[in-house]
């Protein structure tokens, strides 16, 4: 268990440890609403600070700060007072106006997330005007620093807005001024209460609003929240805290964390900060949809087909996987930022934009989504990469990360709501780290037109009709609409535009950080950008048995390289449900086609109707599939021999409607000095641009490039074709010196599933119909480094194919596994494990492609089948082979 969880004590307290902070909940006054749409004119227009008063309790006790409408006439404020808006001042008796004081704490002053984000966003909050006159900012840590230093450490990290570098140097000067240091302990009552000093002296008597920001990890939160409840918190004004994710690790944690939290502070004076809520195409998207006319009435499964919400990082943890590693991307990414989204994006029209009111909305949501099972998850860990003759790290080559750490960096997930508006709508969720690029956005793919007209003009591909609906929140906000229209000229043909509004091009004023308008937020008391408890129990009701199913089982993540597109399971995912991912087509292929190839291969596949899915998997689960076969049998094999005459040895095999070839090559050599005593063997696969829809132009490379090196790990016993398989020392002619090279290549004519299965069954095939030339060294040559050869055009040896194995591929479907899938049934797979088993049993090779990672005991029951069903393949084999060949013979 992480440390924020082993360390996280009971948060029992004696009764005369009281919290003030309780009491000052009693005091709080909500904020006169705002409209964020007067925020954002601000932001362009405002030539005047806003006009604040405060408001009174019946009983004459200072309560919190209001603020009213922008005066035009209003002067600079001095603490909240409006002089000169005679207007405002006349709400409130004279006797009962004030001055008042706000001090920001950052709590964990000298991390990075405070010297890299609070305090510029602080000081942009100050430059544009939106603080009071009246404020001070305050770091504490365990760190020995004096104010100077403070300022010293800050000023490193301040910059002025592009458009707003007049007074740059006095505004920072100004700012500075205002920041001040205390050194403490985290635990200690007594250090909090000599800030406290610190802060009374600042706000000389003053009303005093206080606002602590947590930028700690989150074992000490209770702690910090219990010393500064009773050392530092405010007797007159209002007391706030923000709080920093992770919030827990599972609902036990988390629950137990909010009870400890609750111990000291009401639930409005707790500010759960997410970053992402705060990102202005967040913020954009409930405007989009409630706002206009065009949007909402499309927001709906009867309309929208998919959405994916996006997150990706090009870049590993660096160094700082100790961390990452107690949490990994589920927790860190997808349990709070993208599903935060997700309910934001799916939530009914709430009554109206107050924050309760629209985290209302978002908790029903969540609470409605379908229980998260294994299948509907992919996990992944990114593993060491050269590219570009530069080599990137594996996640546990991170030196603070353990060698056998299976924290995943990527996951993939599938998750539905239960409810009307959204019934039978995959939202898939994709985050990740050490990715080909850095990305986050939505993205909401729409149905096809029904009985679309121009059908034709999109050849069998219906997906590039598609109208799409992207909103990239980074980098470069761009909010864009993919629509079909006719490219100019005489002859009709279609292409998909983008209509986009591009933030950078539209707005020339800097986007603020997110920071910047969710501390503004918690300064004016304004929640609906920050999470309440209930929201965070239903996400985490969502999640914690997922995770509890991962850990427990300890599912091992898929291998990915650095710098590619993810495990290729998180694209089998998606075309489980009929999607592939919008992100994909966007980029051009890399390095690394692996996850591109599958995602291609399957996505072509994928044209069924919801129907026809139920009903290939209603089958399967009946033991009766779609051409009448049992789950375990093969479709006819048909094998012919010879069908190259210029190849040492070739064979055709089919497989149903599978067509492949196999050929063999053999040439005189030099064995590899790394190994002597063994031939050599290279195997090639190409796909024939008539197989299949999506082996035409180049997309034959990535699917040729993927089944050589899975043939290679099958046959040959791994990457490097050490091991089990193809017995490369049988090609060896004078060790060290003289050796076969075998060319093996392979066809694929036409595909209709389970091409592996097939490609390796004609490699077998062909290698039975290899005649290997005699070879003579001369008798004066032997030692000789390059010693002359006499071969043979007469007398060939047979190529002993005992211990080739053949491979049986068992591919999930629902609960069960199937040989031989068709291209449908490969469409609708969970995953699929590869294994190569010879004659005497022994596994020489195994490949998985698809879903997250498989417990032990899982695999080991797929190899007792696959043993079993290829005792019946190899039978069924050998017999095809032995009438091919006594055909041939007979020829």
């Known amino acids: 268990m992480a440390a924020s969880a082993r360390?996280?004590?009971?948060?029992?307290?004696?009764?005369?440890?009281?919290?003030?902070?309780?009491?000052?909940?009693?005091?709080?006054?909500?904020?006169?609403?705002?409209?964020?749409n007067a925020r954002s004119s601000t932001w362009t227009y405002r030539p005047h600070r806003r006009s604040f008063q405060l408001k009174s309790s019946s009983n004459g006790s200072p309560l919190s700060a209001v603020f009213l409408q922008d005066g035009g006439n209003s002067l600079p404020m001095e603490g909240f007072k409006t002089p000169g808006n005679e207007a405002s001042s006349s709400l409130l008796p004279e006797s009962k106006r004030t001055e008042s004081t706000l001090t920001i704490t950052v709590v964990g002053a000298s991390g990075d997330l405070a010297k890299k984000k609070i305090f510029p966003a602080l000081f942009a909050l100050f430059y544009e005007g939106w603080l009071p006159e009246n404020f001070s900012v305050f770091g504490y840590a365990r760190t020995k620093l004096t104010d100077e230093e403070l300022r010293n450490m800050i000023g490193q990290t301040l910059t002025c807005r592009i458009d707003k570098r007049e007074n740059c140097e006095d505004k920072m000067e100004q700012f500075l001024k205002r920041c001040f240091y205390h050194s403490g302990q985290y635990n200690s009552e007594e250090n909090f209460r000599e800030l406290d000093v610190k802060l009374k002296e600042k706000e000389a008597g003053k009303l005093a609003n206080r606002l602590f920001y947590l930028s700690i990890p989150p074992n000490i939160f209770v702690d910090v929240v219990r010393c500064a409840s009773l050392g530092a918190s405010s007797a007159s004004g209002w007391t706030r805290v923000i709080v920093e994710?992770?919030?827990?690790?599972?609902?036990?944690?988390?629950?137990?964390?909010?009870?400890?939290?609750?111990?000291?502070?009401?639930?409005?004076?707790?500010?759960?900060?997410?970053?992402?809520?705060?990102?202005?195409l967040v913020e954009n998207l409930s405007v989009l949809r409630f706002s206009n006319l065009v949007f909402e009435p499309l927001w709906s499964r009867n309309y929208i087909r998919n959405v994916q919400l996006i997150f990706s990082e090009d870049f590993g943890t660096?160094?700082?996987?100790?961390?990452?590693?107690?949490?990994?991307?589920?927790?860190?990414?997808?349990?709070?930022?993208?599903?935060?989204?997700?309910?934001?994006?799916?939530?009914e029209t709430p009554v109206s934009l107050d924050a309760e009111d629209i985290r209302n909305e978002k908790v029903?949501?969540?609470?409605?989504?379908?229980?998260?099972?294994?299948?509907?998850?992919?996990?992944?860990?990114?593993?060491?990469?050269?590219?570009?003759?530069?080599?990137?790290?594996?996640?546990?080559?991170?030196?603070?990360?353990?060698?056998?750490?299976?924290?995943?960096?990527?996951?993939?997930?599938?998750?539905?709501?239960?409810?009307?508006?959204?019934?039978?709508?995959?939202?898939?969720?994709?985050?990740?780290?050490?990715?080909?690029?850095?990305?986050?956005?939505?993205?909401?793919?729409?149905?096809?037109?029904?009985?679309?007209?121009?059908?034709?003009?999109?050849?069998?591909?219906?997906?590039?009709?598609?109208?799409?609906?992207?909103?990239?929140?980074?980098?470069?906000?761009?909010?864009y609409l993919k629509i079909n229209n006719k490219v100019p000229g005489l002859e009709m043909r279609l292409d998909r535009s983008d209509l986009n509004l591009l933030y950078r091009a539209r707005y020339p004023r800097e986007i603020p950080d997110a920071y910047e308008?969710?501390?503004?937020?918690?300064?004016?008391?304004?929640?609906?950008?920050?999470?309440?408890?209930?929201?965070?129990?239903?996400a985490w009701a969502l999640f914690t048995p997922l995770l509890k199913d991962l850990e427990g089982k300890r599912i091992a993540p898929e291998l990915y390289p650095y710098g590619s597109r993810g495990p290729v399971g998180a694209h089998y995912l998606a075309a489980k449900h009929n999607v592939r991912w919008g992100d994909i087509e966007e980029v051009e292929v890399q390095e690394d086609g692996a996850a591109v190839v599958f995602t291609l291969w399957i996505c072509s596949m994928t044209g069924?109707?919801?129907?026809?899915?139920?009903?290939?998997?209603?089958?399967?689960?009946?033991?009766?599939?779609?051409?009448?076969?049992?789950?375990?049998?093969?479709?006819?094999?048909?094998v012919e021999t010879g069908v190259i005459p210029q190849a040492n040895g070739s064979a055709r095999v089919q497989f149903g409607g599978t067509d492949v070839i196999a050929s063999v090559k053999a040439e005189i050599g030099?064995?590899?000095p790394m190994q002597p005593d063994k031939g050599k063997v290279m195997i090639n696969v190409s796909c024939s641009p008539t197989a299949a829809p999506i082996f035409e132009g180049r997309g034959d490379e990535e699917v040729s490039a993927e089944l050589t090196v899975t043939l290679q790990r099958c046959l040959l016993g791994g990457k490097s074709g050490a091991g089990a398989g193809i017995d490369p020392t049988s090609l060896v002619v004078v060790e060290g010196k003289v050796c076969w090279d075998l060319y093996i290549d392979g066809l694929v004519i036409s595909s209709d599933g389970n091409?592996?299965?097939?490609?390796?069954?004609a490699i077998k095939a062909a290698l039975s119909n290899t005649g290997i030339p005699q070879v003579q060294v001369a008798a004066d040559a032997s030692g000789e480094d390059r010693p002359e050869v006499d071969i043979s055009d007469e007398e060939f040896l047979q190529f002993d194919t005992s211990g080739v194995p053949v491979i049986i591929t068992l591919t999930k479907v629902g609960r069960h596994y199937i040989v031989d899938a068709t291209g449908e049934e490969e469409s609708q797979m969970s995953y699929a494990v590869s294994i190569s088993i010879n004659r005497k049993g022994h596994i020489c090779g195994l490949s998985k492609r698809g879903g997250a990672g498989l417990d032990h005991s899982v695999i080991l029951d797929m190899i007792s089948v696959a043993r079993h069903v290829s005792e019946q393949l190899l039978n069924k084999l050998d017999s095809e082979i032995s009438a091919a060949e006594a055909v041939q013979n007979e020829l």
């Not at 360390?7 to 705002?34: E, G, N, Q, T």
């Not at 660096?318 to 599903?339: A, E, K, P, S, V």
């Not at 503004?520 to 609906?528: C, K, Q, S, T, V």
């Not at 091409?755 to 069954?761: F, K, M, P, S, Y």
């Open 608 to 638: 069924l109707s919801l129907g026809e899915k139920l009903f290939i998997q209603g089958g399967i689960a009946q033991d009766l599939r779609t051409d009448g076969r049992k789950r375990l049998t093969y479709r006819p094999i048909y």
């Open 517 to 538: 308008r969710l501390l503004l937020d918690a300064i004016e008391g304004e929640r609906r950008l920050f999470i309440r408890s209930d929201e965070l129990d239903a």
């Open 7 to 36: 360390h996280l004590r009971s948060c029992s307290s004696p009764s005369s440890s009281s919290s003030l902070f309780k009491k000052d909940a009693d005091l709080l006054s909500r904020f006169v609403a705002f409209p964020r």
């Open 364 to 479: 029903k949501v969540l609470r409605s989504m379908r229980p998260l099972r294994l299948e509907d998850v992919v996990v992944g860990q990114y593993k060491g990469h050269v590219k570009g003759g530069r080599s990137f790290p594996g996640y546990t080559d991170d030196p603070t990360v353990p060698k056998n750490s299976i924290t995943p960096t990527f996951a993939a997930a599938a998750l539905f709501i239960n409810n009307a508006r959204w019934d039978g709508v995959p939202f898939l969720m994709k985050a990740g780290k050490a990715l080909y690029t850095k990305r986050a956005e939505i993205r909401v793919q729409f149905r096809h037109v029904p009985g679309n007209l121009y059908k034709r003009n999109f050849g069998t591909d219906l997906d590039k009709a598609t109208n799409e609906l992207v909103l990239r929140v980074q980098p470069d906000e761009a909010i």
């Open 245 to 280: 994710k992770p919030f827990g690790r599972d609902s036990e944690s988390s629950g137990q964390l909010t009870r400890c939290l609750m111990q000291y502070l009401a639930e409005d004076q707790i500010f759960r900060i997410d970053h992402y809520l705060g990102k202005e």
């Open 670 to 672: 030099r064995p590899n």
């Open 318 to 347: 660096d160094g700082r996987g100790g961390y990452f590693d107690n949490y990994g991307i589920i927790r860190d990414i997808m349990q709070n930022h993208l599903l935060q989204i997700l309910a934001l994006f799916a939530m």
């Open 755 to 761: 091409l592996l299965d097939a490609l390796g069954a």
